[in-house]
Structures are given as C-alpha cells and as structure tokens.
C-alpha cells in the first residue's frame, strides 16, 4: 500500500519569533543555483568571498573564519570542542537556556565548570565574573551575548577586559546579534565567536559562522589530547577552507550560496545601517506594545534590539495569543522556555522581518486578538 | 575601500563524479521555498512525512530515522558518538577513506580500536572478520558499504550474520549507496545506518539521513557515560522529531524541504526501479569505458554500479583529464585519494546523474581527449 506524496507548497508566514526569520528573495534564489562540486574552482573562489565577506561581518582579521556545517549550536559545540580539554577550568556566565547549553557542553568535554548565575531577565553582573574568576583557574570563559530566551543583551567589552587580565580565552555566543547589534570582534578582543544563519543574517538555517583569534588557535596548538568532534576538528577544517583545499567533508554547497548572497546584500547596506535599522524599529515596536499596555521583561539598558520579551498580562493564555496570530494573520512569534514558559511572548524582528510594516501588522493583530 | 560583490552566478555542470551528483529542478524549486519556523505546524508535518519517506528509502520500521543536521560525515559521528563509550572494543573494517575516518573517530571517543584490513580496490575478507572477532570482544562491528574512495561495493548479509552471531552491533556507512544499490536495514540486520544527500538522493549536500534499530536504541540507553556530542545526542535529538516536540536546534529548514522532494521523486521512481537504472547505466558505461581501452580498479561482484574507479593509462596525467572535462565539457569527475591518487579516475553516476545521455557525453569527452 504506496502513499502517494503531493509536490511540496510552503504557506507564506511572517517570521517574528526567535528565528528563523524571513529570507530576501536573492537569498531564496541562491539556494536554487546549480550545484556545483566542492572541489569546483568556481565553488572555491565563493568559499573566498563568504570567508572575506563573514570576517568584515564579524569585523575581525581573524584568518579562520569560515560557517561551520551544522546550525547555531553546531557552532557552539564548535567554540568548546576545539578549546576544551579534558580538566579545563571553564567558567560560564548563565541566565538563560544558551547559557545552560554550554554548561552541559563542558560537561561531556569533560571540562571542570564554574557558574555565574543571573536571574532570567537579568544581565550576568560583572563583578561576580571579577570574583569567581579570583577563585577559580578558569583558562575560558563564556558567555552569550544577546540571550535569546530571554531578551537579554550583554555588555561584552569590560567583560572581555576581565577576562584576559586573567589570562583566560574569551568565547562569546552571537547566534542572535550578529549583525543586528554592535559587535566588534578584534576591537572588543574577542578570542572565539559563533553565531547561526537564520536570525539578523536571514539566511536559512543549515550554517554556524565562526571565528578564532590567534590566541585561541594557540590554544588548540597546544592540546595534549585530540578534538573529540572529527566532524568539528578545526584544524582540519581550515585545511579544506584554506589554501591547501584538502578533502575534509563535502561542504554544503547551496547553503554556502545562500550565505554569500546573504552577506552581500549585509555589506551592500551596512553594517551600521542595519543596526540602526534594527535599533528603530525596536524602539517603534516598543512604543506600540506600551500604547497596548504590554510592559518588556527586560530592564531598558539590556534590551536585545532585534528580540524583544513581551510580559504576558494576568489572565492571557499566552498560546491562545500565539495561535491566533499564526492562525489569522500568519505571524509567527515565540514562547516563552524554562522558567518564562507561559509568561512572556518572544517577538523578534530580525534581518529581513525587521520593516516598519511587519511591526505595523503584528501590532494591528495584537489589537485585535487582546480587545 | 570597500570591495562591491555582484549577484552570484554559477556555472552549470554535468556532476560525474564521487558528490554531489545534479540536483532534479524540483528539488532546486523547493529549496527556495517560503521559509516555515521549526516548530510550526506545517512544518512538523513536513517533517513527519521525511520520517515516513525515509523509513521507505531505507527499507524499515525504526522509529529513531531522521535526517542529522549536517553532511554524511555528521552523520557517520552520529552513529558512532551515540553507539561508542569510551572503552568499548570496535571492530573496523577498512579498505579505503572511508574506513579509516571510521577509525580516527572510534579513536577520538576512547574506543578500543581493533581492525580488518584489506588493499584498496578489494573487497572485505568476512573470514577475517570471524577470525578477529573470535580474538577480540569487539562490541560494535562497522563497515562501508560502498567505499566511495575505492569504487569497492562490499557484501553486507553475511557479515551482518557474522557480527551478530557474536552479539555486537553492525553500523553500516550507505552515504554512497542508499537508494542507488540494493539496502535493506531490516532484511539484512543493519543495526546503524547513515547515509548523505548529495549522492544517490540526488539532494545537495547538508544533512546525513540516519537510522537506529530497537538493538541500537537498547545500547544508547545502558550508556554508563553521557553522549560527548550535544549537538548530535540522539536521545535529545529525537524528543524534537518524536512526538514531544521538545527544541533541541533549529532544524536546517529548507535542507529539509529538499529533501522531502527528493525522497518523493524517489519513491515515485520506485527502489528497484531506481537500483535497476543504476546498474543499466553502469553496465553502458562500462562497455563504453572498455571500447576506449580503460579498465576498472575492481573486478566486476564488487564493483558499486553508482561510483567507477577507473585505472588512468600508463604515461597520461588525470589532472590533465578532469581539467578538460570541466573546462572543455563541463563535466566533473573525481581524482584518486590516498595510494590511489594519480593511479584513478572516480566516475559517479548518481540518482540524477545517472542518465544514458549523460554517460554518453563523457564517453565522448573522454574519447576527445584521450586520441
């Protein structure tokens, strides 16, 4: 008994959740390219150019910057799995569900983990880092910069100052602000830094963008033991992206497309345009949900620009809210997770979904289903 | 001084080579498809229906089949990193690339490494395999099904019986063979099997579908000792694609739809339909190959019909052909790695590569060249 299986249609939806978000049409039509070999000059020269374009995107000079095969958290898995050994002091900043994730990360790199703690919400306070790293031997420390389950937007610069008056290497999540926010790879003395495709870079997911500095490519010089990931082995990734072009694993070759054109069209307005950019219509959004009576989770100084956490009022069943907006308007927008679970809605207005008419729509629909 | 990128264009290619193999245009338009959120309920039962379509291709009933979120060596990690606890004695058998990648991976997850070698080109001697099983308590056996590096297609019923007549697991690598050869998981007592997209799925490269029988899910679940990969931990995994739908990553979206669009035109095709056209294919171009002088590295029970490997005449350079197949025909084949390298020319006809006009332009090519 064979099912018979329908050529595939999509619905068209607004993407104002966590990610992904929407993708530029010269985005979408890079996917459909003909698909050429990894081996391919002409493929080769696009590694080149993503590599190039995705070090002025991070603005850095960092020689090993290149999109990790996998999403986001294969980027994250990454940053740990080339610097972690065995018995490495790691200390990691958490107040949210990112933070927790590289926890668990060190743990089965088999990493000694120290914490710092902040309430969801909540910056992690600088001061503890300063203290605990008084106590501990940390050689790494981590931290997420824009903490998209909660809204929350770290301050990285002073952070990274403490850091490495202790000597220890500095790894830092951007999967949501990259491009959405200020972030200045070298200038802020960031050592190791991934992101994902699919939120401001508005990109399909498929892709982690990553970069390591000097310091960092010392460190993995210096391992005793091997990287435990082949898939994520560095050192012999940067082989196939650098200039010796041996065989590692097949990249992927039309999500390779996609973030080529997806950075193209990054540089072509800006870099601080689109944070301008993402900054107004942040503000604007902010404005409209106030007018609605809807307050922010997060205190005015640690907003992220581009994925603002909306407080549930008393009495809303928060999924009902997220139904009918998918429903009736086909307006995606994001729940709440662990401890924010039913009391915040997340709105994102990333990349390509951050226009004044998407936050228009979403407002007028918000209107509609809260009356 | 700002560099300006144009718009990307790419060259179309004839893909005769080891992958990616050509991708069919419908599965190039659903690429491009309007990007859905990973947890939206279109989208789950795209995802659904991948589970589904998979478990058809691979010819069984196992719960645990999805695709990994990354290239086949993402999944050949998979199987290993959930199934391999430090200390556990596995057996490889390696008889090319492919194998010994097997190797460095058993070796980097402290796994006992025991091995069964034979020269490239030739097949797996299962009396060898007996023999060191009687020796060894290996736990795990693993084999390549067809050696892409070799062109080799080894012989999967016996060894299977083999490995579990001793009570160990059988992890089978089908990135090459999956839908292009005979494969059944379930007929043959596969325990683990991972495959890639971009060969015989005629899929661009991205995602490693892969498969766990109940035996496979037994031993994951009387781990002493965490997973060491987060992003590929197969208990976590499978909450997002099983029935909770728990956020583990965000799933490669439009990968996925394509995907579901290959797999679709495979099932239409039919299995053996497709296996069938494969081997026609093979059987022309081997005739053809023949009449112009060439022979085959391996001889003919062990050849894979999707992946030729083809002995470069005495005194000709092969870089020489592949660079007139690309820049003259536009056509890629594959050089020889390892001791083979120089000494082999690898001709893919794969899924949608695989057609009689196809061959019959690269024997003409070849026929240019070579006179």
């Known amino acids: ?35 050429l070999g990894h081996l391919d000059p002409a493929f080769l020269s696009i590694m080149e150019e993503v590599q190039e374009m995705l070090r002025a995107v991070f603005m850095t000079k960092n020689r090993l910057t290149l999109p990790v095969s996998g999403t986001g958290s294969a980027g994250m898995e990454a940053a740990f799995v080339n610097i972690v050994e065995p018995g490495d ?50 050689r790494v420390v981590a931290v997420v910069h824009a903490e998209t389950s909660t809204g929350v937007l770290q301050p990285l610069e002073e952070l990274s100052d403490i850091v490495h008056e202790k000597g220890a290497l500095f790894i830092v999540d951007t999967v949501t602000s990259l491009s959405g926010a200020p972030l200045k790879i070298d200038t802020w003395n960031i050592d190791v830094c991934y992101s994902g495709t699919q939120k401001c870079l508005s990109c399909p997911p498929g892709l982690a963008p990553i970069t390591f500095n000097d310091r960092a490519l010392d460190k993995i010089a210096r391992r005793s033991t091997p990287v ?100 009736e308007f086909s307006i995606e927008v994001g729940a709440g997770l662990g401890p924010l679970k039913g009391k915040i809605l997340r709105i994102g207005i990333m990349g390509h979904s951050s226009t004044k008419e998407n936050i228009e729509k979403l407002l007028s629909a918000l209107k509609t289903i809260l009356s």
Chains 1, 2 share one sequence.
């Open 1 to 35: 008994m064979k099912r018979k299986y329908k050529r595939l249609e999509t619905p068209r939806r607004i993407l104002l959740g966590p990610g992904p978000s929407n993708v530029p049409e010269e985005v979408s039509r890079a996917m459909s390219l003909p698909i």
């Open 89 to 138: 002091s790691v200390l990691v900043c958490v107040n949210g569900v990112f933070g927790l994730r590289m926890c668990d990360i060190v743990e089965r790199l088999g990493g000694v983990l120290h914490k710092v703690e902040a309430d969801w919400g909540k910056p992690i306070d600088i001061q503890q880092v300063r203290d605990e790293l008084g106590r501990c031997d940390a």
């Open 228 to 327: 435990r990931s082949w898939y994520l082995d560095m050192t012999m990734v940067q082989k196939y992206w650098g200039a010796d072009r041996v065989y590692h694993h097949t990249a992927p070759i039309n999500m390779i497309y996609a973030l080529r054109e997806a950075l193209r069209l990054i540089l072509e307005e800006g870099l601080e345009a689109r944070w301008e950019r993402h900054l107004k219509n942040h503000l604007a959004l902010v404005e409209g949900l106030e007018e609605l009576g809807l307050q922010l989770l997060v205190e005015k100084p640690y907003r992220i620009p581009m994925l603002n956490s909306v407080l549930v009022p008393e009495g809303v069943d928060e999924a009902i809210i997220r139904k009918r907006l998918l429903e």
